[in-house]
């Protein structure tokens, strides 16, 4: 487990903006761009120009294809963070050569021919880890998923405050069924140093599952005691790790 440490506050948000690479933010599968909105701010306070993209959530090749066009908006190198769905998303989208580093929070990180549906059955029905409920219930509406309110402030942002959980439930985004079974074709962690944040309260991918991904990918690892939106509830450690990653070389 690393250490924390508190990101300095001191760097002028116009120093060296030219040398630092971009942030391209990249969210998961029940959530839009907003859900940076408590990261955003403190990375761009350390001088890092910042992309959330808005992934439409209908495909695996549309939302790559979104955070392509993201990376050749950005100026000069990028480093990639997908929460959830989003690891998946830059697993696929990162082998542009521009792309400096990797940053899951909580995220998916398919090998070559996985989904999100064969490492879910793999690791809950063959290993049996032990399952958790976030993802149980789900509600189906012509081939375009969503959670249920009461899921989302108990099992999905249980560490939010409910009024704000209710408020993701209320502009969660729609995530097509489709995407459950999407192959990756080219992962992009092979090629990359990557950075993985455990979600240690997580309740929509088991914590263990996440430990393995990321000792999978040959990560460095941080742990936080959070629920799966750490994002939104640990936004500065989030972003710290962001910066690390961001330094690299």
Known sequence: MMSFSEPDDHTSSL???EEKPTIILVHGAFADGSSWNKVIPILQKQGFQVIAVQNPLTSLNDDVAFVNRAITEAKGNVVL????WGGAVITQAGNDERVKALVYVAAYAPDEGQSLESISKEAYEVRKIPNVPGFSDPVITDGYIRLKEETIVKHFAQDLPKQEAMVLAAGQGRFHVSTLGAKISNPAWKNKPSFYIVSDNDQVIAPQLETEMAAKIHATVYHLPASHVALL??????????IKAAGTK
């Open 233 to 242: 509830s640990k936004p500065e450690k989030v972003a710290e790790v962001i």
């Open 15 to 17: 120093e060296n903006v």
């Open 81 to 84: 963070v997908g929460h959830s």
